[in-house]
């Protein structure tokens, strides 16, 4: 299991998951992104996207996979945030980041999102990160480019015929694809 990164400034606590925590996983996402609760923060798709955005079995096949994670964000004892990371041949992949919407824009996306990259770093040895965004979600993808994390210039569809992704209200959704370098943390956490 890797090690976590400690947080001893504030009072979030971060873990690995198992399968005791799917249930919990799958709410606080679909708080996060799908539903009239969700638009009490800044990351939900419920204007665009109807339907779920997981389900059990997604989150219990991702979980099952090797070189596959879930990081778990807790205040006090309730789940904050979660984040799927996992190992390809070339990079690691950012998936299925969510923050309860009364929680957002406090710190702890960037937080989380500072745990996925050190785990992939000292996990996996992971020198690249991969996300992909929906393209009309500017105000994320800013948020995301001033993590470091830059355009690639390429797009894949919408799964417009996979409702267990959720349900689209309009037709020009895409996916951009965008790229962060860890090689620069490497160096510094193996000297520092």
């Known amino acids: 299991m890797s090690k976590l990164l400690k947080n001893e400034s504030t009072s979030f606590n971060f873990r690995l998951a198992d399968q005791n925590d799917i249930n919990d996983i799958v709410a606080l996402v679909e708080l996060a992104y799908r539903g009239e609760k969700s638009k ?8 665009f996207i109807d339907g779920q955005r997981t389900d059990f079995d997604e989150v219990s096949q991702l979980m099952q996979k090797t070189d596959s994670v879930f990081i778990l964000c807790y205040q006090q004892q309730e789940l904050v945030a979660s984040v799927q990371i996992s190992k ?3 990079y690691c992949y950012l998936g299925m980041f969510a923050v309860n919407p009364q929680r957002q824009s406090s710190g702890i996306g960037g937080l989380l999102l500072e745990q996925a ?3 992939a770093r000292q996990q996996w040895t992971c020198h690249l990160m991969r ?3 929906i393209s009309i979600r500017q105000e994320l993808i800013d948020w995301y480019r001033r993590k470091g994390y830059q355009p690639t210039g390429k797009t894949k569809p919408f799964p417009y015929h996979e409702p267990r992704f959720g349900l689209p209200k309009r037709d020009d959704l895409t996916l951009e694809i965008y790229e962060k370098k860890l090689n ?4 510094e956490e193996k000297t520092g």
Not at 40 to 47: D, S, V
Not at 184 to 187: C, D, L, P, S, Y
């Open 184 to 187: 620069e943390k490497v160096n």
């Open 117 to 119: 990259e050190h785990h």
């Open 131 to 133: 996300m992909v965004v």
């Open 88 to 90: 390809s041949t070339d």
């Open 40 to 47: 009490q923060g800044w990351t939900t798709e419920a204007e």
